[in-house]
């Protein structure tokens, strides 16, 4: 296979110096004490569909943090894994936002949301499907092609599954990943929420996950409801702090493949920045101390 951007089946991950970065979302009414408190090593994401307009308040504040911090630019409309045609205005947005703010992380999901003209306000599963793989692939090149970058394609948290499935949604990702040259955008937080809404283990998932594509690991708090046989179903609500079940599985996966930007996503019922900024640096204190076990195994075996 070769890969649309980059080398045949290059491995494309964060940019050098970039690992071990913790971040949060940018939200603007925390402004005012991130520039008076700072996030040393920090980086900051924003959705890209809240920055389509040319120019205003979010603008300036996001000029404003971009003179210190990396960004990372999250698309959630894009529609990758839609049957029908990316919307070619909307992609050039998407492309003259990144060209206009060069963030070190570019991002979108495997999901879609957008259909017959229609836009949906979520991110709604696909079947693992040859049809959907090579569409999902084509959108891809499509996206990449348009903004001159890889991107990292982010795993989904589901609430249904598809019967006409012939793949397992680990190995369609890697697929995806190396047909398109893209990398991978791991949320933890959407492995646990899938894996307690379908009822397989969330360590299983890893274990079959290509962890050697992710560039960027997402981190959330979630919510519980109840279905209607009132089995526990847990909704990614990035409304609340990140679990212990979900920090839990992030040591895991950083004691495997070492440090990963690590953003924590928080979109609603915000606190108070210092409680945000205290979830990024757990995160860091995790990597540091996993990285450090790492060139110690190493070192060890040279």
């Known amino acids: 296979m070769t890969t649309a951007v980059g080398e045949p089946d290059r491995p494309l991950h964060a940019p050098p110096g970039a690992h071990g970065l913790a ?86 999901h495997l999901a879609w949301s957008s259909h017959g003209g229609k836009f949906f306000n979520d991110l709604l599963p696909l079947p693992y499907t040859k049809n959907t793989f090579d569409k999902v692939c084509e959108h891809i090149n499509q996206v990449q092609e348009a903004i001159k970058r890889p991107i990292l394609l982010e795993n989904p948290s589901t609430y249904v599954a598809f019967a006409s499935s012939t793949m397992s949604e680990t190995d369609f990702i890697r697929a995806v990943s190396q047909r398109t040259g893209c990398s991978l955008l791991l949320d933890v937080n959407n492995v646990f929420v899938s894996a307690n809404n379908h009822g397989f283990s969330a360590s299983a998932y890893l274990a079959e996950f290509p962890l050697e594509q992710v560039g960027e690991i997402h981190l959330a708090g979630h919510s519980e409801q109840h279905d209607d046989e009132n089995e526990l179903l847990l909704i990614d609500s990035h409304d609340r702090a990140i679990s212990d079940s979900v920090w839990e599985l992030y040591r895991d996966v950083v004691s495997r493949i070492g440090p990963r930007p690590t953003l924590i996503e928080w979109d609603s019922n915000l606190p108070d920045w210092p409680v945000l900024r205290a979830q990024a640096l757990t995160a860091r204190r995790i990597m540091a101390e996993h990285g450090l076990s790492l060139v110690e195994e190493v070192s060890h075996d040279v």
Not at 25 to 34: D, F, M, R, T, W
Not at 60 to 70: F, G, M, V, W
């Open 23 to 108: 971040g949060t979302s940018l939200k603007h009414e925390h402004l005012s004490a991130i520039l008076a408190d700072g996030l040393n090593d920090g980086f900051f994401e924003v959705h890209a569909e809240n920055y389509m307009g040319a120019g205003g308040p979010p603008h300036r504040a996001l000029a404003t943090i971009r003179e210190d911090y990396p960004l990372s630019i999250h698309g959630v409309c894009m529609s990758i894994g839609g049957p029908e045609a990316l919307d070619v205005a909307h992609l050039a947005r998407f492309r003259d936002l990144v060209a206009r703010y060069e963030p070190t992380l570019v991002s979108e």
